[in-house]
């Protein structure tokens, strides 16, 4: 594989982290009143549900635009490719149960290979 996204990731993992222990943060004052795991367990599912695909889906972009702005574009872009495709999936069958887990892993999965691919080429 390509050692140059696997830096990238390295690097920016850090600043991943810090972004999930902010909302982790901001949830549990905004909701002062709700169990620590509750809030952890909202915090993480939008954290896995936007901003992880999201991320992955703009490291194809990585040279071109600064971290901040690969998370805010992302997690917009992430919110539609996994809104959208969660319906059709849905139509095709598969219970919700599973797009929760499934498709992000999907769209990160995709996100990663084209950014590997670009490295490539």
Same mark, same amino acid.
């Not at 071109?64 to 872009?77: H, Q």
């Given at each position: 594989?390509?050692? &140059?996204? *696997? &830096?990238?990731?390295? @690097? ?6 810090? /972004?999930?222990?902010? +909302? ?8 002062? @009143? &709700?169990?620590?795991?509750?809030? +952890? ?14 991320? *992955?889906?703009? +490291?194809?972009?990585?040279? @071109?635009?600064? *971290?901040? &702005? ?30 929760? /887990? +499934? ?8 996100? *990663? ?5 670009? @490295?490539?080429?």
């Amino acid at each position: 594989m390509n050692k &140059e996204v *696997f &830096e990238i990731l390295k @690097k920016e993992l850090k600043y991943i982290a810090l /972004i999930f222990l902010l +909302l982790v943060i901001t949830f549990k004052i905004i909701y002062f @009143k &709700e169990d620590f795991f509750i809030v +952890l367990r909202v915090a993480f599912s939008l954290f896995w549900l936007f901003l992880l695909p999201g991320y *992955f889906i703009m +490291l194809y972009w990585a040279e @071109k635009l600064d *971290f901040a &702005e690969r998370i805010i574009v992302g997690s917009g872009l992430s919110a539609a490719i996994i809104g959208i495709s969660s319906y059709y999936t849905g139509l095709m069958g598969p219970g919700i149960k599973h797009h929760v /887990i +499934l498709l992000p892993l999907l769209v990160m999965a995709l996100g *990663f290979a084209a950014a590997i691919a670009k @490295k490539k080429g």
